[in-house]
């Protein structure tokens, strides 16, 4: 977030992807669950593309609720503040299960909630989504291999579940690791506790183990619901892996042990929460956990799970896997960390009778040679912040009583609560403070755009990370786009993108423009690029200076100037294939790639013909409707004849209803993107759908009137929510029976 005050914000590139694609997408998803629709389809990016499906999202998050009933920037806002306040209040309980006082565990909690790193993921909704679950993940592990109930199995499914549904899978993957890492280590390690129980109560570690199994068991098929249909979509992209382990944070890197140690001593980023910063108080009470009587698998468990802190060091700027691994191991670091901080405090403020005690000094030394060793280390400013420490164990160790240890423990939570706050501030922009600069579309650009578009879509051309003018403003705005920022691509789409871009054209040199001879036949001056800017249906381009498209690209391109500023210009493309067409012949391509080259070929008429790619049986219906036309359009002018009526019933995401009355066979063109979950109907009877020019959809019709409907129906998702009904409706089952059963003990109880 942005910390308010009167300084203005420092735009920086890397907090661009909150407005570039957090931002439209939570707008453009919860705005249409609002609306009483489930967006199941994205018809305002890349020509069309799945949008639930894509688990970032996380549309079934219950943080995310407040997106419904507030608009969007206010409700990012308090989203982060109720992010905020549970990560506390649950990583407090989860110390608390530990045995831990209420200070220590206040303590503890206001580390986790106001380090660096979590400063940072305020940025990105679905990040503190997971950041929630992961301490109450653990207290509900805790407390189950402490005394193994059912009940507590399926609650721990259930907070699997929301974890998995928080909509960053890197980060998910993360967390379970901990998580259950930390309940392995209870079960063969044991906890403070537990060995005392387990000849009471008689649990063995193989039931114990068989909890845990059913935890991660349930949370899946509480999951299915979001998962099946995102491994499926997943499936299907050009690079599966990259999307997995994508991870990207707005805060500051260290980038050797040296700058770590200066981020663990001062949080000296300008405008960025530096990543490492615990809090001074953190560092110094971290030594005293090692003292603490918490089993010796736990607490060994936490320190080597802090250690991980250092990996961050190894996170270059790339984006390979074990980069982002390596960056995304700060927040299980930061957690333990805050646990520790929790243990420390807790063990250093006991009450001791005599001084002479061992079980007071020792804790008491090491913190007083760490206070040494970093005030020796620290800057000036670094070394003024750990006086009030110094202050509060020294009153502790001079006192050595319950009250005095209150009242340490009370100086140093307010001391590290103002600590962390003034040196963790985020001064990157936000939604909530920019009043709607970078979210949505200046209004006269707005109305020009949608004037110029049409029913069509706009291009946007521009240098990356603009926040002011993007490829997914669409969605915040109500446009159709052509391209997207941050989508993973198919490998169709990977292959017509690299197509449009891999000439010098698209780098600021001209685009060859799209002219058509007479009969509609396109003469030799005519490019690929524009065929494929055609196709996709590109009507208005907007443009800035440093985009790449140039005022000389556009001319080249007979592109018309509309309008705009000094900034942005509009410019409208006459030659566009609308949306909707209709085409006489067709061709066959193999592959996606042929179909491309297929639409660069002299004797091929875009507005005549086009390109099919065979799927399934829909090849076959193609053949009975249009017998003998695999190679060239009709022959006479009569056999050519457009259908009089071709319109939309219905044009919305999941549902296109289109009208068509055609005297002559012929080839229905839509211009959004093919998938397979997509369904075909024509006059009510079930068809199947053709994969035309490569990317787009198409419905072969004889002649006659039609209407033709188009159904976003994916059966993962259907699936998928097959499988978390059924599993609801089994724990509801379960847990009825449970209930009357236990009714039922307590009355025999009560009759004998």
């Known amino acids: 977030m942005e910390a308010p005050g009167n300084e203005q914000p420092f735009h920086l590139t890397e907090n661009s992807g909150l407005f570039q694609q957090v931002y439209p997408a939570i707008h453009y998803g919860f705005g249409r669950l609002a609306r009483g629709e489930f967006p199941l389809w994205n018809d305002r ?31 990012m806002a308090l989203h982060a ?23 220590p565990s206040v303590l503890g909690g206001m580390v986790y909630m106001c380090c660096g790193a979590t400063a940072a993921a305020m940025s990105q909704p679905s990040c503190a989504n997971a950041l929630v679950w992961l301490p109450l993940l653990c207290c509900v592990i805790r407390e189950y291999m402490r005394r193994p109930r059912a009940v507590l199995a399926v609650a721990g499914g259930a907070v699997t579940a929301l974890l998995l549904l928080s909509g960053m899978p890197l980060l998910i993957l993360s967390v379970l690791v901990l998580s259950f890492g930390y309940g392995l280590t209870l079960l063969f390690a044991g906890a403070s506790d537990n060995r005392a129980r387990d000849s009471v109560a008689g649990f063995s570690r193989w039931e114990r ?19 099946v249909p995102a491994l499926a979509w997943i499936r299907g992209l050009d690079a599966p892996l990259r999307f997995l382990t994508h991870f990207s944070i707005a805060g500051e890197t260290p980038r050797s042990l040296r700058s770590l140690l200066a981020q663990l001593l001062e949080a000296h980023g300008d405008h960025r929460p530096a990543l490492a910063y615990l809090g001074i108080a953190a560092v110094l009470l971290i030594p005293a956990a090692l003292f603490h009587p918490v089993s010796r698998g736990e607490r060994t468990f936490l320190l080597l799970a802090t250690f991980g802190l250092p990996l961050i060091t190894l996170a270059d700027t790339g984006d390979s896997a074990l980069s982002t691994l390596f960056l995304v191991s700060v927040y299980p670091a930061s957690f333990t960390a ?10 250093l403020f006991v009450a001791r009778r005599s001084p002479r005690n061992p079980r007071l000094w020792g804790p008491l030394l090491l913190t007083g040679v760490v206070f040494i060793l970093l005030f020796m280390l620290a800057p000036g400013a670094a070394r003024g912040r750990m006086l009030p420490c110094a202050a509060a164990i020294l009153l502790f160790s001079l006192v050595r009583t319950s009250w005095a240890g209150v009242v340490s423990g009370c100086i140093l939570v307010v001391f590290q609560f103002i600590d962390l706050n003034a040196s963790t501030v985020n001064h990157q922009p936000h939604p909530f403070f920019t009043r709607g600069a970078g979210v949505t579309v200046e209004g006269r650009l707005s109305h020009l755009l949608r004037e ?3 029913d069509d879509r706009v291009l946007v051309s521009t240098y990356p990370n603009n926040i002011n003018l993007h490829t997914n403003m669409g969605m915040s705005d109500g446009f159709r786009m052509a391209g997207a920022a941050g989508l993973p691509l198919t490998p169709e789409q990977r292959c017509w993108w690299d197509t449009l871009e891999q000439s010098e054209s698209l780098e600021g040199v001209a685009v060859e423009p799209v002219r058509s001879g007479p009969g509609g036949r396109r003469d030799s001056s005519e490019t690929l690029r524009g065929a494929l800017l055609n196709v996709m249906a590109v009507r208005a381009l907007a443009t800035t200076s440093d985009g790449v498209f140039t005022a000389e690209a556009t001319r080249e ?18 030659n566009v294939l609308p949306r909707l067409s209709w085409a006489h012949g067709w061709k066959i391509a193999l592959e996606p790639q042929a179909a491309l080259e297929a639409l660069s070929a002299p004797d091929f008429n875009l507005r005549q013909e086009c390109i099919i790619v065979p799927q399934d049986t829909a090849l076959g219906r193609l053949v009975q409707v ?41 080839i229905l063109l839509l211009g959004d993107t093919y998938d397979p979950g997509w369904r075909a109907r024509v006059n009510g009877q079930s068809t199947s759908i053709l994969r035309v020019n490569a990317l787009f959809r198409g419905v072969a019709l004889p002649p006659g009137d039609h209407v033709v409907t188009f159904d976003y129906q994916p059966r993962s998702f259907y699936a998928g929510v097959l499988i978390t009904l059924s599993t609801v409706l089994f724990l509801l089952v379960w847990g009825v029976y449970r209930l009357f059963r236990s009714r039922r003990a307590v009355r025999k109880l009560l009759l004998a």
């Open 452 to 454: 110029t578009a049409l």
């Open 626 to 666: 249009m017998p003998g036309q695999p190679s060239t359009p009709g022959g006479g002018p009569a056999d050519r004849q457009l259908p009089s009526v071709l319109r939309f019933l219905r044009d919305e995401p999941e549902h296109v209803v289109v009208e068509v009355n055609n005297p002559t066979p012929g």
């Open 338 to 347: 805050a646990v520790l901080t929790g243990l420390g405090a807790d063990r």
């Open 209 to 227: 183990l068989r909890g845990l199994a059913l935890m991660a068991l349930l949370g899946l098929l509480l999951a299915c619901v979001q998962w």
């Open 45 to 75: 990016q890349l020509c069309g593309t799945p949008f639930f499906a894509d688990p970032r999202h996380a549309l079934l998050q219950p943080q995310n609720l407040v997106f419904l009933f507030l608009e969007t920037p206010r409700a």
């Open 81 to 103: 503040f109720i992010s905020l306040s549970l990560m506390g209040f649950f990583c407090a309980l989860f110390l608390r299960s530990l045995h831990l006082r209420y200070i």
């Open 557 to 574: 391109m007979q592109l018309r100037r509309r309008g705009g500023d000094a900034n942005i210009q509009v410019y409208v493309n006459e």
